[in-house]
């Protein structure tokens, strides 16, 4: 990674900010482990750390993430933090639920009322940092959710010894291996 300073840059401000290297904090008597991401995308760089826990029963509650995003230059960074919020509602979404399925040759989800995505109850926090480095101009929203994903499939990884090859997590068990 030295050889690639700005990929590091935002891997590391996500592993400082959310306490990479220290246990994460039980949450309601779950154990809370992390995976972490880092991709660059849309021409920004992006990194991201998933907190989440799976009860005994293979239960997933995605508790908290943090990413970092280096966008070259940032005119307005509060619109950005929304974004990158955004994103990963929607990068969540299909990594949970997103499927597509036939029946009788027809397509089963046809809208918001058959296909399902993160609700209130399935958001968790996010902490968005802001890094431009300038020199170029990169996208914000988009970048994001390619590592949304792979973060919290990390972290099921660290929680649960499986990794999961295939999604939607909705059909997935995560039952610890």
């Known amino acids: 990674m030295a050889s690639h300073p700005k990929h590091l840059a935002v891997l590391d401000a996500v592993a400082g900010k959310a306490g990479w290297g220290r246990p994460a904090p039980d949450v309601n008597g779950q154990k809370v482990y992390r995976g972490l991401a880092q991709t660059?995308?849309?021409?920004?760089?992006?990194?991201?750390?998933?907190?989440?826990?799976?009860?005994?029963?293979?239960?997933?509650?995605?508790?908290?993430?943090?990413?970092?995003?280096?966008?070259?230059?940032?005119?307005?960074?509060?619109?950005?933090?929304?974004?990158?919020?955004?994103?990963?509602?929607?990068?969540?979404?299909?990594?949970?639920?997103?499927?597509?399925?036939?029946?009788?040759?027809?397509?089963?989800?046809?809208?918001?009322?058959?296909?399902?995505?993160?609700?209130?109850?399935?958001?968790?926090?996010?902490?968005?940092?802001?890094?431009?480095?300038?020199?170029?101009?990169?996208?914000?929203?988009e970048p994001t959710i390619a590592v949304a994903a792979p973060a919290v499939l990390n972290a099921i990884f660290a929680a649960t010894g499986k990794r999961i090859r295939e999604l939607p997590l909705k059909n997935q068990s995560l039952r610890r291996a």
């Not at 009860?55 to 990413?67: C, M, Y």
């Not at 929304?82 to 989800?109: H, I, N, P, W």
Request: aromatic share 8%; charged share 15%.
């Open 40 to 141: 660059m995308g849309f021409g920004s760089y992006v990194a991201a750390c998933a907190e989440v826990s799976v009860s005994n029963d293979g239960e997933l509650k995605v508790h908290r993430i943090v990413a970092a995003t280096d966008p070259g230059h940032a005119v307005n960074p509060q619109q950005i933090e929304a974004q990158v919020e955004g994103s990963f509602a929607y990068g969540l979404s299909a990594a949970l639920f997103g499927e597509c399925t036939l029946k009788d040759g027809r397509m089963e989800q046809q809208n918001f009322d058959t296909y399902p995505v993160v609700q209130m109850r399935h958001m968790p926090k996010v902490e968005t940092i802001v890094m431009p480095s300038g020199g170029f101009w990169g996208g914000v929203g």
